[in-house]
């Protein structure tokens, strides 16, 4: 079975605040995605990428940026926290390009106080 | 980005009822996907729907690629409590990442 792992569950942050919320793949997908969840708005991309050190912008990327050292890590970035953030992160992967499913991660909590 | 819009937003029924949902897209796509989430945890796959008129059944759950490849539905036949969550829609095509619907929250009355 394919596992997407989320470190945090739940955070809580104070505005101003660098904040990284970490995923780990363990199928050697070549693909990763950082989606936010908010009521009634369903999932919004932030930011993807394809390979390892390649990223581009979702449909939200303002307020993040990512990185992706290794290819099973990908890696969400709050360069300064607000309180417009709170929201729940969810990460995800797939094979590749040509993949037709995606897997998620638990996702993480993040309250921005 | 690309919308899909997915109805009813919500639902509330009572255990034992057959549930119906659907999305709509203004493009064509080469796969619709449905995903449940439930309650604190992250989406899970339920079905994958690769070609126009596609039918696709997984226990009580049957869903369709509609045949003008910009549509599709949910069915749960016999609900039961557990079937709640949140149903997400999903479509594919090519290369690009994908594009989810809003949801359907489902609640289910014993």
Known sequence: DVKVTQSSRYLVKRTGEKVFLECVQDMDHENMFWYRQDPGLGLRLIYFSYDVKMKEKGDIPEGYSVSREKKERFSLILESASTNQTSMYLCASRTDRTGNTIYFGEGSWLTVV | ?110
Do not use: H
């Not at chain 2, 045949?67 to 829609?89: E, H, M, W």
């Not at chain 2, 290369?95 to 014993?110: D, M, Q, Y």
């Open chain 2, 1 to 110: 980005g690309q919308q899909l819009n997915q109805s009813p937003q919500s639902m509330f029924i009572q255990e034992g009822e057959d549930v119906s949902m659907n999305c709509t897209s203004s493009s064509i796509f080469n796969t619709w996907l449905w995903y449940k989430q439930e309650p604190g945890e992250g989406p899970v796959l339920l079905i994958a729907l690769y070609k126009a008129g596609e039918l696709t059944s997984n226990g009580r759950l049957t869903a369709q690629f509609g045949i003008t490849r910009k549509d599709s539905f949910l069915n749960i036949s016999a609900s039961i409590p557990s079937d709640v969550g949140i149903y997400f829609c999903a479509e594919y095509s090519g290369n690009t990442p994908l594009v989810f619907g809003k949801g359907t929250r489902l609640s289910v009355i014993a």
